[in-house]
């Protein structure tokens, strides 16, 4: 129960480094191009404390929910050399993407991490080029099942099935779900490696079973080893490439995303709608299976994140670019009583779909994880 709450508050300031890390892009572009900065702020008002350095104050504040920089100028109508509207176009549109650019930058140097230590990776039942060391691990164990009775925890690598005479070298998830199928109702022999030891376990698939839950009552997940290990010198180079990898197919997957809803066809099988909670348990998760998965999940999210910033929303940094492409193209800028207006519209637009994803996906979530942390 401790470790999994450790893992939950480790994944939930990480994510918390990644916003302020976001930030910092905005920030240091901005002082570069001369502007005020009147304060950097880590987690939102009410501030518990703050710094004055220069003219600018850093601080930090009660609710711990990300990291904010209060540029001079930025809601407009300020004409002032120092201030953001006083900025040529570009110079703006450099501030605004300054904070998408830290999160690539950011998906970089972790990525760079992951390939100087190496890690495995979960890659489902499909064997892919450089496969090595494939192994079904437990990742979630049902509370009041077959599996949870006869002993199994979370992170238990399931080594073979052992059904009377004969046993079978378990390298698949679907190998498993088809012997525990079969044998229903018979004592079988689980071989498992848990902490560099091998024991055996026995138990007997259940007949009838809630829906999801399948004969046994565990979630399994198949990992190898997919990223080698290599030199200092070359993980940054091997790092940039996987990022840009990365966002290639983060790029596909929001097409196929929005593309089925567009047509009518839903989103993809196995799309998984997640908020800042969801997201949160997630990395806990993955931080259960070492330090490069976690790693390695960190870096995708913060290249989700950065694409996700980029929509052209009012409220993000998308939606600031399209304001400035209008001004550009009528020559002065939109009204600031208008632009605030249509911003303060979809910021509480996404607020409101936080929530209901919260509530609707998130919070069975995070209950279901309290409940296999209590059984730890």
Known sequence: MISNIL?????FFSLIILMII????????AKKFGVRVDEFGIGYPPRIFGKKIGETIYSVNWIPLGAFVRIFGEEGGIDDYRSFTGLKIWKRALIIVGGVAAFWLASILIFSVVFAIGTDLPIGDNDVAGLENPKVIVAEVVLDSPAKQAG?????IILNIKTGQEEEKIEKISQFKEITSIHKGEEIILGIERQGQEINILLTPRSDFPEGQGPVGIGLQRIATLIQKYPWYLAPIKGAAYTWQTTVLALQGLYSIFAGLFTGQGAPQGAEFAGPLGITIFL???????????????????????????????????????FLIIEKIKGKPVSVKIEQAITMFFFILLIS??????IKFDVPRFADYLKSSLQQ
């Open 152 to 156: 199994l925890k979370t992170g238990d």
């Open 7 to 11: 893992l939950l508050i480790l994944a």
């Open 284 to 322: 806990a998760n993955a931080a259960s299976y070492g330090t490069g998965f976690f790693l390695y999940f960190i870096g995708s999210i913060s290249i989700f994140i950065a694409i996700f910033n980029l929509f052209p929303i009012p409220a993000l940094d998308g939606g600031k670019l399209i």
């Open 353 to 358: 779909l936080s929530i209901f994803i919260t």
């Open 22 to 29: 976001h930030e910092f892009g905005h920030f240091i572009i």
